[in-house]
């Protein structure tokens, strides 16, 4: 199997949702790994040292927590794009995934930076581990320099 940056290769599980309002829309259009690489401002491959909850105390009020994702802290061990600090932070919020990254577990992970300057995965297909991750990064290797 030849793997290109072009090529529509089958990365995750399942397609990913528009979620509003607590319901699921249509699936969104398959990114190819191009695309993702293109969109993302940091592409690396990377072992999860830390989780945590990503808060939102504007939402918080009377003993509640609103809890609108997760935040990570992450040793780099190979980058592709970008310049980032190493340990690397980054958050997903769980409108766009609701799977968690578990400590220790490596995982190729295309990163945007948000408004506020955070990077941050847009969906679950933006954090690959196992195969779909080693097929990505053999595609990278073959055609993206090391940054």
Known sequence: MVLSLDAVTELGSESPLVVADDKASQPVKRLTLSERYDLANVVTLVRVLRTGNLINPASSVNGFVVVEGAAYSAELIRIWKGSVKNPMGFRVFFSSC???????????????????????????????EGQDSEKAQLALQAFVPPA
Do not use: N, P, T
Not at 99 to 125: D, P
């Open 98 to 128: 609701l799977s968690k990254l578990e400590i220790q577990k490596k995982y190729l992970v295309f990163a945007q930076y948000s408004v506020e300057g955070i990077l941050q995965a847009i969906s679950c297909e933006d954090m690959l």
